[in-house]
């Protein structure tokens, strides 16, 4: 651990409690006291405080002075409408490869006069590689080295951030904007990585801890670490970079092209132009040969990544395999996903996973496992 980088609030997750674990080149909080289940649970009933300071903040101010110019050089990077995104407002985006594959999923927002983008930690050095070395003739692109970024997850995230600064109230699920918290500007999105309504807020690195505290002395707000957050976001269906979309999955097979607008799609007003079009575009007409789905085992086993997906019970090849899985607290049965060839990522659909060495039922079903409650 001794190698590892600490976020700002390190020494607030010690006083916490908070057992402290390797993650992308950081130590950070898997869990606190209360261990993952009531992290979990908390989180869905009440409203949980998560460091995500971790993640990579980028802006890209356009040479020009113009959002415009910014969003049409990040368009050849991504296949997502950018230019048409209104100020104010966040989009879920992809880095895709010339092969079709995905780089890093990251989140991008129209603030004007720039564009605030945050990416994955573990890909954070190569995104910003990759964007300094496309899009450096048009924008100027800012690390922002000195910012933290914390979540404020839950049902009871709105009334909490709301004692700090009531504007939050106004804002809808994917709106951002910039605001002041006790005298500290901040860059508040209200989205987040649970499935829950909730807002993650940009602060001065120096000013992280204070705001902090200032959350968590809402009754309502406890601190949450990487368990809860891996099975939070489990449960809402959310892919996670390295495990459910890597280099290799297209954004049509990991049932992403929702995030892929008409603009960009074929007949659309700039079609393509982005690494990886020719696979993307001809996968959105003619479909994938393997698709991520949602998966209920049977029992209460889990099916953790890497188990083999089978048709039959006996006999016969795999047919894909398990990306992601853990106990679901909210819905109080094991969940997983992952990919399967199209002929059997039908919901309902009967597969089987070979855990130890036997081959174990399981049902391909919908996802969000558990409902959203993004306020729309």
């Known amino acids: 651990m001794a190698d590892l980088n600490r976020t ?4 607030l997750h010690i006083e916490l409690g908070a057992r402290m674990v390797p993650f992308a080149g950081y130590e950070m ?10 992290e979990h649970l908390h989180t869905t009933e009440k409203a949980g405080l998560f460091d995500v ?17 910014a969003a049409l050089a990040l368009e050849n990077l991504v296949p997502v409408n950018v230019l048409d995104l209104k100020p104010k407002r966040q989009r879920y985006a992809m880095f895709t490869n010339d092969a079709g594959g995905i780089e890093d999923d990251l989140m991008l927002a129209n603030l004007g006069d720039h564009i605030f983008v945050v990416v994955n930690a573990a890909c954070k050095d190569a995104d910003i590689a990759h964007m300094r070395h496309h899009l450096s003739d048009t924008c100027k692109i800012e690390v922002l080295e000195d910012r933290a970024l914390l979540a404020l997850q839950g049902p009871a995230a709105e009334a909490a951030l709301a004692k700090l600064a009531p504007e939050v109230v106004t804002m809808k699920f994917m709106d951002v904007t910039a605001l002041s918290i006790n005298g500290v500007d901040c860059v508040i ?57 890597d280099q290799t ?60 997906l089978y048709a039959a019970q006996t006999g ?29 990522a039908v919901d309902g659909t009967q597969i089987y996973g070979e855990v130890r060495g036997k081959r174990m039922p399981a049902t391909v079903a919908p996802m969000p496992f558990r409902a959203s409650t993004f306020k729309r």
């Open 8 to 11: 700002a609030l390190y020494d």
């Open 29 to 38: 909080p898997v869990q606190y006291p209360s261990g993952v289940m009531k």
């Open 53 to 69: 300071s971790h993640m990579g903040q980028v802006v890209l101010w356009p040479e020009s002075g113009k959002y415009e110019d």
């Open 189 to 245: 999105s209200r989205s987040g990585y649970t499935g829950e309504d909730g807002y993650e807020i940009s602060v001065p690195s120096k000013d992280a801890e204070a705001l902090a505290r200032a959350l968590l002395a809402d009754p309502d707000v406890e601190p949450i670490g990487l368990g809860a957050r891996d099975s939070l976001r489990l449960e809402a269906g959310l892919c996670l970079y390295g495990h459910d979309i």
């Open 249 to 308: 999955t297209s954004p049509v097979e990991a049932a992403l092209d929702w995030a892929i607008q008409k603009a960009r799609r074929r007949g659309g007003e700039r079609a393509g132009g982005f690494p990886g079009a020719d696979r993307i575009l001809r996968e959105l007409e003619t479909g994938p040969s393997r698709r991520r789905v949602g998966i209920l085992p049977d029992g209460r086993a889990p099916m953790r990544e890497g188990t083999p």
């Open 316 to 344: 016969g090849g795999p047919i894909g395999n398990i990306t992601s899985g853990a106990f679901g607290p909210s819905i109080e049965r094991p969940m997983s996903m992952g990919y399967v060839g199209i002929d059997h």
